[in-house]
Each structure stands twice: as structure tokens, then as C-alpha cells.
């Protein structure tokens, strides 16, 4: 069944793009969304404060840390209209606020051997000053500056819509990026997550200071905000007092009669981009997953870890024990590359892979890929369950030594998890506690027999057939 959609991409001459839906939409139950703790609760490993905004800290012996203020607020809670605000206010931020010009806060930061990065998501914007942790409290108070008294001005906002416009049209040559956009903009079409980060060039064309401070003003409340340092030996009550200083007077007041999004839908539907002159095809597919406080996480980024990142460069491992890396790395097959993800947010998921074939392979590539997966749900080892734990231990442990990484752990526990941080201890516990029968339910819930969405850019004559592509998932039932 064919179904018409509208979608903000680059078309190109005799390019073609299809869309096509399965005959109804896929909707989960989604997990209840987590809330702001009252004032007269404590959270355990973090505070909050009178108003609802929360702090955090995770300390160790490093002389680095970073200090950032997440705000529960991206691309998810932009309308049509303002799709791109939140990228755009990203861009802007530390180029001047009320009490400090952009020379005199650059001046700040130099001093302190420190800088300021602010990193969007669908569903956060996190505003991080990385530095000395001896200088963490004064890194706190600069974020918090800029966070509550950047002023935008004028000639900065017309300068970075033309950066952002210069951005997007040479990330028209980034396949991988088009292809994950195309894939959102079905999986969760009609639906906020539908629109890419930096918005459509007609979007970032139009958008002015007054859409930039009603989104403010709607999306950051103290309720949706996080103060959280990682790294050193920064004393958490010293750390709330700064909060309070800093932060105490932001409001908790939401003018809407609520002030989260409302829950996240998945559709079943493909979209074909072709062009024919391109020599390799871009194909994700996507299925409906779990929210990031569902028990069912672990499992799926298992499963993604099961089927492993590979790439025909890597070479040597075509004899090896991952069927799928022997598959991509041997020379005689046309799959250049294989990548799975697994995306969490607060109340819906994608789970699902990103592979790159040549237009004569693309068939066989897909028929091969479903009964790859079909078989994890149906016929999974121990040793290929075994050596995924090892995988993604080694992935969690990496990522104690990385701040970013850290922060946006923090932010995912507290905005859309248990409401505290999460201990690797806590995680590698409940990880090592899994069994194949337990990731194989987990499969059958999700894949095997499972509507999903998918995108398809280049030469996509050759796209495995979505009918078919179910019936090789389903496999025989007795």
C-alpha cells in the first residue's frame, strides 16, 4: 500500500524517492515518562533543589572534569514550524549574554584553561564547560550564565543560520547521516521525532530571535534541568550550593498544561531515495524498540553487539568466529559494511542496523541480514551471547574514561531512567544476569515477526522486498 508523506530532503534531477507503508501503524505502550522529583525528595548520588532542578556529580582522581547544565529539551519538543531552534540556540550559546560579552567570556575561559561545547539530541541540549576541576564550581556559575542570560543577538543569529545552511548542504554528501534522517522521518513520521536535528533549510531561514526566546521560555524550567559535574573530587553540597546560587531563581512554572511532549508513536514504512548514479546503496532498518528505563535495553544492545560493527577494510577475520564479519569481510560478497544501533529515549526506541551493499547484492544482503536476525531470536548460542558481554563491558568501561560519554550517561539516568545516576557495577550486574533464552523472548518481542521501517539511498532497484524481508523474519512456525 502506498502512502504519501512530505519529507525536507535533498532531491537531485531524475532522482527518485517512494514511499510506501505498511497497512497500519505500530504502536507500543509506552513506558510512563519520569518526572521531576518533589522538593522533600533527595535522590540518591544527586540533590534537588526548591524548584525541582537536580544536581549531580561523579568524582575520581583526575585533574580534568567538565560541569554541564542538560536541559530536557531538542528537537522532540520543536512544532513543525521551528524545527532547527534547538540547533541553532546550540550555536549561539556563549556568544554573549547579559552580564558578559562573547570577548570578555572567551577571555574567562582562557584564563581558566577551560571551554564550552553544547550538544543537542533529540530529546536534551547540554550546555558543558570542561576544564581543571579545581576550577569546577567557577565553570558552574559561567554555564549557568550562559544557560539563563544569553542575550542572541542579532547579527550572531544571522551569522550562524548561514553557517547552519552551509552545514546542511555539504552534509548532503554525508549517505550514512541522510540515510538515518530518511529512516526517522518514516519511523516516527507525523511525530517531532521525525525532523532532523538541524532542521530544513526553509526552517533555518525563517527562524528569528523571537522563536529562539518563546522556546526558551516554554521548554527551560528547573524541573527539566540537570547541574552535573564529572571528574575530580567536587563535593556535591558545595556543588548544590552553587546550584542554588546560580539557578535558584529559574522558574518551575510550565505555561502549557503540560510540559512534556506527548508519547512517541512508531509507523511501519519504507522510503526509497534512488539514484542510480551513486555506486553503493545505504539501507537501515529500523524496528519499534524500548524506552531507555525499560528492562528490556540491555537486551537489544546485547543483540546489536551480537551482530558487531564490521567493514570489508577491517580484513583478516573473514574466517572468524561473527558470521556477520566473515560475511562482509570476505571479497566476494557485495556488503562493504555492517553497523547495528540501538537508540533510547524517554519513551521509544530504534533498534535496528545501517548496512552498505552494491546494487547487485542488495537482495541477497537483505535475505541474509533478516535470517541473521531471525536466528538470534530463534537459534542463539552461548558463546555468541558470551563474547557480546565481553563486547559491550569493554564499550562500558571505555566509556568511564570518557566525560562526554559520562555526562550523557548521567543525563539519560536521571531525565529518563531511575531518576539517579546509574553505577557501571549496577549495570555489568544486570548484564552478566541475562540468559540466552532471556535475549532470545526479547528478540521474538521485537524483531522476529516484527513490522519495521526502512530507509534506502543510491541504487535501490535491487532493495530486498518488504513482504519478503517479513517473511524471512517470521521463518516457520510449527
Given at each position: 500500500m502506498l502512502k504519501s508523506c512530505s519529507v525536507n530532503f535533498f532531491k537531485n534531477?531524475?532522482?527518485?524517492?517512494?514511499?510506501?507503508?505498511?497497512?497500519?501503524?505500530?504502536?507500543?505502550s509506552a513506558e510512563s515518562h519520569m518526572k521531576a522529583q518533589t522538593a522533600s525528595q533527595t535522590l540518591p548520588g544527586a540533590y534537588t533543589l526548591g524548584n525541582d532542578l537536580r544536581v549531580a556529580c561523579f568524582t575520581n582522581d583526575s585533574e580534568i572534569s567538565s560541569t554541564a547544565i542538560h536541559v530536557e529539551a531538542g528537537t522532540r519538543n520543536e512544532t513543525s514550524e521551528t524545527n532547527g531552534v534547538s540547533n541553532l540556540i546550540a550555536r549561539l550559546?556563549?556568544?554573549?549574554?547579559?552580564?558578559?560579552?562573547?570577548?570578555?567570556?572567551?577571555?574567562?575561559?582562557?584564563?581558566?584553561g577551560a571551554s564550552l561545547d553544547v550538544n543537542v539530541t533529540r530529546e536534551?541540549?547540554?550546555?558543558?564547560?570542561?576544564?581543571?576541576?579545581?576550577d569546577a564550581l567557577q565553570h558552574a556559575e559561567i554555564v549557568s550564565d550562559v544557560v539563563k542570560n544569553s542575550v542572541f543577538d542579532e547579527n550572531a543569529i544571522m551569522k550562524e543560520r548561514d553557517a547552519i545552511l552551509t552545514d546542511i548542504e555539504r552534509n548532503l554528501d554525508n549517505l550514512?547521516?541522510?540515510?538515518?534522517?530518511?529512516?526517522?522521518s518514516v519511523a516516527f513520521e507525523g511525530t517531532p521525532m521525525s525532523n532532523p536535528l538541524t532542521g530544513s533549510t526553509s526552517n533555518v531561514e525563517s527562524l528569528a530571535r523571537?522563536?529562539?526566546?518563546?522556546?526558551?521560555?516554554?521548554?527551560?524550567?528547573?524541573p527539566r534541568m540537570i547541574?552535573?559535574?564529572v571528574g575530580g573530587q567536587v563535593d556535591l553540597d558545595k556543588l548544590a550550593?552553587?546550584?542554588?546560587?546560580n539557578l535558584g531563581d529559574v522558574s518551575a512554572d510550565f505555561e502549557h498544561a503540560t510540559g512534556y511532549p506527548q508519547p512517541c508513536r512508531f509507523t511501519a514504512m519504507e522510503v526509497q531515495h534512488r539514484d542510480d548514479d551513486l555506486p553503493l546503496a545505504h539501507v537501515a532498518m529500523g524496528f519499534n524498540g524500548c524506552s531507555y528505563n525499560s528492562p528490556d535495553r540491555i537486551p537489544l544492545m546485547l543483540l546489536a553487539e551480537i551482530m558487531g560493527a564490521h567493514d570489508k577494510s577491517h580484513g583478516g577475520l573473514a574466517q572468524g568466529l561473527n558470521k556477520m564479519g566473515a560475511v562482509t569481510q570476505n571479497p566476494e560478497t557485495g556488503l562493504y559494511s555492517i553497523r547495528p544501533f540501538a537508540h533510547f529515549y524517554s519513551d521509544c526506541g530504534l533498534f535496528?542496523?545501517?548496512?552498505?551493499?552494491?546494487?547487485?547484492?542488495?537482495?541477497?544482503t537483505g535475505l541474509y541480514i533478516c535470517h541473521f536476525l531471525r536466528d538470534q531470536c530463534l537459534n542463539m548460542i552461548d558463546s555468541s551471547l558470551a563474547r557480546a558481554k565481553r563486547s559491550l563491558k569493554r564499550k562500558l568501561i571505555e566509556d568511564m574514561y570518557s566525560l562526554p560519554a559520562l555526562q550523557g550517561k548521567m543525563a539519560q539516568d536521571i531525565f529518563f531512567g531511575p531518576g539517579r545516576p546509574v553505577s557501571l557495577e549496577e549495570t555489568v550486574s544486570e548484564l552478566e544476569s541475562l540468559s540466552v533464552d532471556q535475549v532470545q523472548d526479547v528478540g521474538v518481542e521485537y524483531i522476529r515477526d516484527q513490522e519495521f521501517a526502512r530507509a534506502a539511498y543510491g541504487p535501490t532497484e535491487g532493495v530486498f522486498d518488504y513482504n519478503q524481508s517479513m517473511d524471512a523474519l517470521r521463518g516457520l512456525r510449527w
Open positions: 534531477g531524475t532522482n527518485k524517492i517512494l514511499f510506501r507503508a505498511a497497512s497500519k501503524d505500530v504502536v507500543k550559546a556563549g556568544k554573549g549574554t547579559s552580564s558578559s560579552k562573547f570577548e570578555d567570556m572567551q577571555m574567562k575561559l582562557s584564563k581558566l536534551t541540549t547540554s550546555f558543558v564547560v570542561t576544564g581543571f576541576s579545581k550514512p547521516q541522510i540515510t538515518m534522517d530518511y529512516l526517522y523571537k522563536d529562539i526566546m518563546q522556546f526558551i521560555k516554554h521548554n527551560y524550567k528547573a547541574l552535573t559535574t550550593d552553587a546550584a542554588e546560587k535496528g542496523t545501517h548496512y552498505v551493499a552494491d546494487a547487485d547484492n542488495l537482495y541477497d
